[in-house]
């Protein structure tokens, strides 16, 4: 299929006045990094000197842009010229274009129902999964028993989806994830644990996308739930019956424990950690490696540190503990002077 | 099968005073979410109004339990309800029961002693290693050169153990774990590392419990040990020579660093770091994130914090560290008092 | 093959001043582990009973070494004889050997051009994937659509590399581990997030080593890129963009955030935080569980804490925390003391 830079500019609705609408465009890449045929966007002011510089054939450019130098690409001018380029990349730079195929050495069990449009060598698909149309489910993964999949969801190489697991439309998992594996739940009994057995299941809503070597572990009873267009990153761990808001985006290798329920349009740092049984308030944003321990119950508080409190409060304290040598040495500062002032009193009176 | 209240009743020891002993029960559920024919269970007072309100065929209660409304479901007696529950749960409601099967696309080497009640297909089970009656691994495993699995163990989809490494019986493990690879030993020489053969293996014991995408390292030499009856989450990772106790519960993302030996019957919260080479007691508790950077000598302690103390000797310091602005302003009211008496005196001597 | 004391000696270039060099080494073991045929060395001068005692035939011991009790096994000497241990280790003892073989249940596309040693059955080699010579891929892996692997790399099993990664020779990647999964980069529109495609890929240098269950995010543009001679832990997180300097490294579960460049001959203890869009100058130095968040412009310098500070300023500032209940009640007795002396003052007034 030939890509012409009439068909980007009509596609993304972006304002293209030159004479070259034939031009083929074949590559997207940075500007410092364009070469004849590619397409490439200026957005931040800081950068306008590589807008002269570029090899692109073609740049997308904010419409108010107007070239101090000459310029050797076209210009497409858009309102928000790296959303309009991510379009481009979306629609016709996807990777994950398959064939209608499931690859022979792929095994799928006779009682599953099976849309995908590609199933991978090496993925099995396990008694009564349901997997929607249009999903592309890589080699190397392993679908349950009873699990169901909408539509158009990407499931990458070596994922295992535990049985009875429900994924959206339109999800992404990446490599390596691991949805549906038990949660930690053990009863001591005489001083060892006995496992409870978690019958409940993991529900993963439309628009989600996960990270690479994620743990969500399924419910004991119920379900642990990620809620609609919420964004995992890589090597997150969420426990059974979390149940994670919509909209929310977790830095990677945030661990959230059992049973909490955090708010939609959250947002948290990498490496956070989020205690179990809480209730976290919508719309909280949490700084890398903040420890949460109680509920917060105030929406748009930013936190950080553990236990973690407001970010003002936070950088005080830091800076507070950093003072308390000062401290120490007006303390003693002002012990002799107190001692001086006595002994002066002594001699007074005397 | 079908199973019965009456048989229910026999199995847990529980007392059933009702006339449906022929009553057949098909799922297990939460109050909440119980349906015709499910079995349910009641022990948390705080929630007394659900069994009420539950469409549970059958619930256990406790001993004491005594109604104060009608109840629309047959009641189980029994001194710990939630016990009885889980008992019928892993009898049951067992997901991993499989026939005796190796699934044709498994590959055993020739020289491999496989006794497993399944193998998947997809999973590759390498020279000499020898595998235990009434196993069952998953799809996607590769078990190495040598590794030897005991009996009645699970191995969920795509975990990978390492050559010569050796797993107990009844143990179970979850997807994407790593058992074996190389203890992270450099040498520097000249400002580049010259990497230390790891020759050693992974030892884990009878009943332990492993998490998903787990990494456990094999030792130099000797062995990495997990011992009985050990419980760890996701996502946690155990350095080379590391020697974990019995009876020991890791929450997720835990890590441990290498040859440090950490005492039986010991709690780990989510996100601990436990410094390498370190000695910990018995019985040792801690906090979530905590960082461990000394030997534990007393057992029985609480730590938390990093670096970690008793928890009350933390909570001191938060609090404290939080409080030097309210000192440094004292300090300053302190500076001007003194200066006044000085003055005073100065001005009684004129 | 038959390996004897005299072509080790000779291998290593150690001094052996014994009648024995046709005695067979079978093993390499700790000296308190050693048997009769195997290898050790003794390196620790605490550990000098260990000589007197041990089982083993051969045992590399420093020049200097001179026994003060019999023996009972030949003396290897070598100026390291830790070193001289590990390259026998390396030469003889490698369990990496495989025979010239692309296993039957193994996919590779035709269009991959593929000259790997060994490539397990169930690791799936897609279109246009280049594998350079004496390359070992255990079973399992997934190699993505355009992906390049130098020469002499070992890829553990169910590793998956995506498409477009180039890894270079010989590096080591351990199981589990993925290469190139999409950076974590959205675009928030109206309260929900867009996904920004992620066209770039990763580049991994030559003599790289990356343990199990790692997660490195290709670039958004352009690459992530890890550096000559680094090795990384277990449970890494490299996210999009980042580039690691040469001969670091990076211990068990230290996470890096997008954009940053750390610098060359750095270290980094586990669970270290690292934000995004830093510059962390080379020869940097990081205990366990830093959090690093601004730029390190200074090379060579020791940092610990959240956030990251000097090593003695960081243990100052905790000791400081843990003394501010004494510097209150010192405070307190200031105060009275001043109240006191006010009183006198007043009583010699009047």
């Not at 692109?56 to 070239?67: D, I, N, Q």
């Not at 059992?258 to 490496?271: C, L």
């Amino acid at each position: 299929m030939i890509l012409t830079l009439a068909q980007i500019a009509q596609e993304t609705q972006s304002k293209y006045i030159g004479e070259k609408g034939n031009l083929q465009i074949t590559a997207a890449s940075k500007l410092e990094e364009g070469k004849s045929g590619s397409l490439g966007f200026f957005a931040n002011p800081k950068y306008e000197h590589l807008i002269y510089e570029t090899q692109c054939s073609a740049v997308f450019v904010p419409l108010e842009f107007e070239a101090k130098q000459p310029v050797n690409c076209e210009l497409l001018y858009h309102t928000n010229p790296y959303f309009a380029f991510c379009m481009v990349l979306t629609n016709h730079f996807n990777p994950n274009i398959h064939n209608q195929e499931v690859e022979n050495q792929a095994y799928v069990h006779p009682t599953a129902v099976c849309k995908a449009s590609y199933i991978g060598h090496f993925s099995y698909i396990d008694e009564r999964a349901k997997i929607g149309a249009n999903c592309i489910i890589y080699p190397g993964c392993y679908i349950g028993k009873d699990a169901v999949i909408g539509e158009h969801t990407v499931i990458y190489p070596n994922v295992v989806i535990y049985s009875k697991c429900e994924i959206g439309s339109n999800v992404i998992i990446h490599a390596g994830t691991v949805i549906g594996s038990d949660g930690f739940g053990f009863a001591p009994v005489n001083g060892k644990y006995v496992k409870i057995p978690q019958i409940g299941n993991v529900i993963v809503e439309d628009w989600v996308e996960i990270g690479s070597n994620c743990s969500i572990d399924r419910a004991t009873m119920g379900s642990t739930v990620i809620k609609m267009g919420t964004k995992l990153d890589n090597l997150v761990q969420i426990a059974h019956n979390v149940e994670v808001g919509e909209h929310t985006v977790i830095a990677s290798q945030t661990g959230i424990a059992g049973s909490t329920k955090v708010g939609g349009y959250s947002q948290f740092g990498g490496q956070c950690g989020i205690g179990g049984h809480l209730v976290i308030a919508p719309h909280t944003s949490a700084g890398g490696q903040a420890g949460i321990t109680g509920n917060i119950t105030t929406p748009h508080q930013k936190l950080t540190g553990t236990p973690a409190t407001d970010v003002r409060e936070f950088l005080k304290s830091v800076a507070g503990s950093r003072k308390v040598p000062d401290l120490m040495r007006e303390i003693e500062g002002l012990k002799k002077e107190i001692h001086r002032i006595s002994e002066e009193i002594s001699s007074n009176k005397a």
